[in-house]
């Protein structure tokens, strides 16, 4: 970590000696980090941006692989490497920022070692020198004890400097207060003690410090998530609410699990990573405005294609419906044809629904005369007082008798 630490460290205490104060320094080498990071957070931002315009596709896929989540996946893959991204495209880029922090916050543990530039086995000297002058100076987390020794350089600088005289000329004081705040310490969670005589600034102020980072983290991933809404769109360019509701759905949990990972880390850290994790979220939900503005003006040129292409083939297909129901009123149903017919096929169907036509209104005109079936047995005679005479309705075999011609 040498590598990125060394070069923070330099960074920083340049920014300090600037500005004067420790925590603007921190928020101005937030923006540095910001703008060297824009190449990458725009790749993040595209990949984000691209798979979320895909969730209407990557829906149909779910539904048209049912059960088969093998499948299902095989064909996510293949969708992705067809639109050029990278299943885990957007997420490594976005876990540089992270990288950073780690050995940012090894620069802000150890500023005697990084911003005075004094090597590790002098900067735990000095540490322990001030450990014995005064033995309530530092607290019982040796973890932090470069800082909280760092904030007292000032007042034992004369004794330092004949101690350390190979370091005489770096040994300096660094005044690590915030708007009235001491960054180098641990806000403390428990809000119930700021009250009474603890309802200073100094508690509230510290207090607050990692809610309004926690609460920036949130704004910051809200905002993503409604801009990435903002490009899901259906074949036809339009917004699918659907797919957005599915996207929400997954994104959800990361949406808040990521500002309560935030705020743990802002109560167990000083507070000068709260002031920097605050101001990477603000110049984050600038920077997020901004790309997304780039970016939507692209997705909008394709949607707006998508939609000029819907509207043409809506028209076509209302222009075919006029002229069928055209043909329904002067030819009836039976009379409808493809349009695609030829012109001789067509006069045979002229023809041919003329004759049917023709035909129906002559059998209309001279209906058959159907006999009507036997539904009884009728006398032989026809003559009911007579029912046994031979007639013209006589049956031999009536009775069951065979009577043979």
Not at 170 to 184: P, T, V, Y
Not at 267 to 289: E, K, L
């Given at each position: 970590m040498?590598?990125?630490?060394?070069?923070?460290?330099?960074?920083?205490?340049?920014?300090?000696?600037?500005?004067g104060?420790?925590?603007?320094?921190l928020?101005?080498?937030?923006?540095?980090?910001?703008?060297?990071?824009?190449?990458?957070?725009?790749?993040?931002?595209?990949?984000?941006?691209?798979?979320?315009?895909?969730?209407?596709?990557?829906?149909?896929?779910?539904?048209?692989?049912?059960?088969?989540?093998?499948?299902?996946?095989?064909?996510?893959?293949?969708?992705?490497?067809?639109?050029?991204?990278?299943?885990?495209?957007?997420?490594?880029?976005?876990?540089?920022?992270?990288?950073?922090?780690?050995?940012?916050?090894?620069?802000?543990?150890?500023?005697?070692?990084?911003?005075?530039?004094?090597?590790?086995?002098?900067?735990?000297?000095?540490?322990?020198?001030?450990?014995?002058?005064?033995?309530?100076?530092?607290?019982?987390?040796?973890?932090?004890?470069?800082?909280?020794?760092?904030?007292?350089?000032?007042?034992?600088?004369?004794?330092?400097?004949?101690a350390?005289?190979?370091?005489?000329?770096?040994?300096?004081?660094?005044?690590f207060?915030?708007?009235?705040?001491?960054?180098?310490?641990?806000?403390?969670?428990?809000?119930?003690?700021?009250?009474?005589?603890?309802?200073?600034?100094?508690?509230?102020?510290?207090?607050?410090?990692?809610?309004?980072?926690?609460?920036?983290q949130?704004?910051?991933?809200?905002?993503?998530?409604?801009?990435?809404?903002?490009?899901?769109?259906?074949?036809?360019?339009?917004?699918?609410k659907?797919?957005?509701?599915?996207?929400?759905?997954?994104?959800?949990?990361?949406?808040?699990?990521?500002?309560?990972?935030?705020?743990?880390?802002?109560?167990?850290?000083?507070?000068?990573?709260?002031?920097?994790?605050?101001?990477?979220?603000?110049?984050?939900?600038?920077?997020?405005?901004?790309?997304?503005?780039?970016?939507?003006?692209?997705?909008?040129?394709?949607?707006?294609?998508?939609?000029?292409?819907?509207?043409?083939?809506?028209?076509?297909?209302?222009?075919?419906?006029?002229?069928?129901?055209?043909?329904?009123?002067?030819?009836?149903?039976e009379?409808?044809?493809?349009?695609?017919?030829?012109?001789?096929?067509?006069?045979?169907?002229?023809e041919?629904?003329?004759?049917?036509?023709?035909?129906?209104?002559?059998?209309a005109?001279?209906p058959?005369?159907?006999?009507?079936?036997?539904?009884?047995?009728?006398?032989?005679?026809?003559?009911?007082?007579?029912?046994?005479?031979?007639?013209?309705?006589?049956?031999?075999n009536?009775?069951?008798?065979?009577?043979?011609?």
């Amino acid at each position: 970590m040498e590598i990125i630490t060394v070069p923070f460290g330099y960074l920083l205490d340049w920014l300090v000696q600037l500005l004067g104060n420790y925590g603007f320094a921190l928020i101005a080498f937030s923006l540095i980090l910001k703008v060297l990071l824009l190449p990458a957070s725009a790749k993040s931002r595209k990949s984000s941006l691209k798979m979320s315009r895909l969730a209407p596709q990557i829906k149909a896929l779910e539904i048209e692989c049912g059960e088969d989540k093998n499948r299902y996946q095989q064909e996510v893959s293949k969708l992705y490497k067809q639109e050029g991204i990278g299943c885990t495209g957007g997420c490594l880029w976005s876990l540089l920022p992270l990288l950073i922090l780690l050995p940012l916050y090894a620069v802000i543990r150890n500023p005697i070692q990084y911003i005075m530039h004094i090597d590790a086995e002098t900067a735990k000297d000095i540490v322990t020198w001030i450990g014995a002058s005064a033995p309530n100076l530092l607290s019982s987390n040796n973890y932090y004890h470069q800082m909280e020794a760092a904030a007292h350089i000032g007042e034992y600088l004369p004794q330092l400097q004949a101690a350390f005289p190979e370091v005489a000329d770096k040994l300096r004081a660094i005044d690590f207060s915030f708007l009235g705040l001491n960054l180098g310490q641990i806000p403390s969670w428990k809000f119930w003690n700021f009250f009474g005589e603890g309802a200073t600034w100094a508690n509230w102020g510290m207090f607050l410090i990692p809610v309004v980072s926690a609460g920036s983290q949130l704004l910051s991933m809200l905002v993503s998530q409604k801009s990435n809404n903002k490009v899901v769109t259906d074949k036809d360019g339009e917004e699918d609410k659907d797919a957005q509701a599915t996207a929400n759905s997954t994104s959800r949990t990361m949406t808040f699990v990521m500002p309560v990972m935030s705020l743990y880390f802002c109560f167990v850290m000083p507070a000068a990573i709260s002031v920097y994790w605050f101001a990477q979220s603000v110049f984050g939900v600038v920077q997020d405005i901004i790309l997304n503005k780039h970016f939507r003006k692209i997705y909008e040129e394709e949607d707006q294609k998508r939609r000029e292409a819907a509207a043409l083939l809506r028209q076509k297909e209302a222009e075919r419906e006029r002229i069928r129901a055209e043909r329904r009123a002067k030819y009836g149903e039976e009379g409808m044809v493809d349009p695609n017919t030829s012109k001789k096929k067509m006069k045979a169907q002229e023809e041919a629904a003329k004759k049917a036509a023709a035909d129906a209104y002559a059998a209309a005109k001279n209906p058959v005369q159907e006999e009507p079936a036997e539904t009884e047995d009728k006398h032989f005679s026809g003559d009911p007082e007579r029912p046994y005479c031979k007639g013209r309705a006589y049956k031999a075999n009536r009775y069951g008798r065979n009577v043979e011609d």
